[in-house]
């Protein structure tokens, strides 16, 4: 397709059950972003992957969140013994980059997957 | 460090009102703005930007101009839709001044949801 695709789109768990998260970046896009959207929190940048660069994990709550990017294109979100907290809708974006943000590579973003720790 | 601070919602408007969403922002360089545009169900889509000061960005009938003196970038629709009902997120990129809450450079507000009735 021509979008960021994210799968799956909702997935309900138990608590202390880990979760993996898909996300399928535009074709071509270099810069891929993970960010959460809790209700009344707005955004919350989690990770971001440029090429082959070792990726930005500075906003990752905690060791229980880890992302891998495989060649360069999809890219799994993986949450270990999740809990409640952790139920939101997770949100990846891609860019054509270098410059993250950069007025003239916006963010592509996918419409996310809600994850709700029961 | 970076902040957007933007109105809280719900806004709730009669079709054909006119719309004005606030948006401040604090950086620390020279950062661009942007608003994304969230409907339901869906990610956020790019709904306008403006990359220096006294800049106007404009689309789909929105607007919103780039002001240094107010540090602010209010969005404003002279006749709102029902189709227009959605999550609106100001965000600004600083890629001189550094990180903030992106640590990319790329900071959202928390969203000001938007709700049209006809």
């Known amino acids: 397709g021509a979008g960021v695709s994210q799968s799956p789109s909702n997935k309900v768990t138990e608590k202390g059950k880990d979760v993996e998260l898909r996300c399928d970046p535009i074709?071509?896009?270099?810069?891929l972003y993970w960010y959460r959207q809790s209700l009344g929190q707005g955004l919350e940048f989690l990770i971001y992957?440029?090429?082959?660069?070792?990726?930005?994990k500075s906003g990752l709550p905690s060791d229980r969140f880890s992302a891998e990017r495989t060649g360069g294109s999809v890219s799994t979100l993986t949450i270990q013994r999740t809990q409640q907290e952790d139920s939101a809708v997770y949100l990846c974006?891609?860019?054509?980059?270098?410059?993250?943000?950069?007025?003239?590579?916006?963010?592509?973003f996918g419409n996310g997957t809600r994850l709700t720790v029961t | 460090g970076n902040s957007v601070t933007q109105m809280e919602g719900p806004v709730t408007l009669s079709e054909e009102a006119f719309l004005t969403i606030n948006c401040t922002y604090t950086?620390?360089?020279?950062?661009?703005l942007f608003w994304y545009v969230q409907y339901p169900g869906e990610g956020l889509q790019l709904l306008l930007k403006?990359?220096?000061?006294?800049d106007k960005g404009s689309n789909k009938g929105f607007e919103a101009t780039y002001r240094k003196e107010t540090t602010s970038f209010h969005l404003e629709k002279g006749s709102v839709q029902v189709s227009d009902s959605a999550v609106y997120f100001c965000?600004?990129?600083?890629?001189?001044?550094?990180?903030?809450?992106?640590?990319?450079?790329?900071?959202f507000g928390k969203g000001t949801h938007l709700i049209i009735q006809p």
């Open positions: 974006a891609s860019s054509l980059a270098p410059a993250r943000g950069s007025s003239n590579s916006p963010l592509h």
């Open positions: 074709s071509g896009h270099t810069a």
């Open positions: 992957f440029q090429g082959n660069s070792a990726p930005d």
């Open positions: 950086a620390t360089g020279y950062p661009s």
């Open positions: 403006a990359t220096k000061a006294d």
């Open positions: 965000a600004l990129s600083d890629l001189k001044g550094g990180s903030g809450g992106g640590a990319d450079g790329l900071t």
